[in-house]
């Protein structure tokens, strides 16, 4: 079972800061089959990032992922008022799923 | 318009039984898998499994399997997860969540979210 492990836990930034998060895999992993997700308090989960560095649908261009093998991030590059938020990285495949335990990005 | 509706909040006792739903509307339901999410309080995403509509052909996470079971009712678009037995440690909102194509397995839609709150 592929384990995903994100840092930092919290991350205390400003707005108009940029904001790099870390996901690492226990093993190397297709980039195909890396998304990175949003979640805002009370609110379902929402798709960002497909394929480690596509954007889903209406996702602004300041979100940005990337990496190979074991090592992913999603970069904010200026962080808007609206972004701080809960984010999960997500691998899928072989018919089983994983979450990482996510990064907290609030506002210093 | 692609729409997850889920079944609204529900309060249990230990050892009840208890199924949830989520209806798929606004695209061809039997083409995408569902797959279901929880998140217990205050934590983090955990995947349950996941199910075709087109064949009900279904996968479950280790650590869910045997404990729950999804199905489908593809006559009305609707997906399902079912306790037999629930626990305390149950208590979570539980999401359903569609694939973004058959060749691309993030999750591109979600419902709302389904509280299920198990108590003595």
């Known amino acids: 079972e592929i384990v995903l492990t994100q840092s930092p836990g919290t991350l205390s930034l400003s707005p108009g800061e940029r904001a790099i998060l870390s996901c690492r895999a226990s093993q190397s992993v297709s980039s195909n089959y890396l998304a990175w997700y949003q979640q805002k308090g009370g609110q379902a989960p929402r798709l960002l990032i497909y394929?480690?560095?596509s954007r889903a649908a209406g996702i602004p261009d300041r979100f940005s992922g990337g990496g190979s093998g074991t090592d992913f991030t999603l970069t904010i590059s200026r962080l808007e008022p609206e972004d701080f938020a809960v984010y999960y990285c997500?691998?899928?495949?072989?018919?089983?799923?994983?979450f990482g335990q996510g990064t907290k990005l609030e506002i210093k | 318009e692609v729409q997850l509706v889920q079944s609204g909040a529900e309060v249990k006792k230990p050892g009840e039984s208890l199924r949830i739903s989520c209806k798929g509307s606004?695209?061809?339901?039997?083409?995408?898998?569902i797959n279901w999410v929880r998140q217990m309080p205050g934590k983090g995403l955990e995947w349950m499994g996941r199910?075709?509509?087109?064949?009900?052909?279904?996968n479950y996470s280790p650590s869910f399997q045997g404990h729950v079971t999804v199905s489908v009712d593809k006559s009305i678009s609707t997906a399902y997860l079912r306790w037999g037995s629930l626990k305390a440690s149950d208590t979570a909102i539980y999401y359903c969540?569609?694939?973004?194509?058959?060749?691309?397995?993030?999750?591109?839609?979600w419902g709302q979210g389904t509280l299920v709150s198990v108590s003595s």
């Open positions: 394929g480690a560095s």
């Open positions: 199910i075709d509509p087109s064949d009900s052909q279904s």
């Open positions: 606004g695209y061809p339901f039997t083409s995408y898998w």
């Open positions: 997500q691998h899928y495949g072989r018919a089983q799923y994983t």
């Open positions: 969540a569609r694939v973004r194509y058959s060749s691309d397995s993030s999750f591109i839609y």
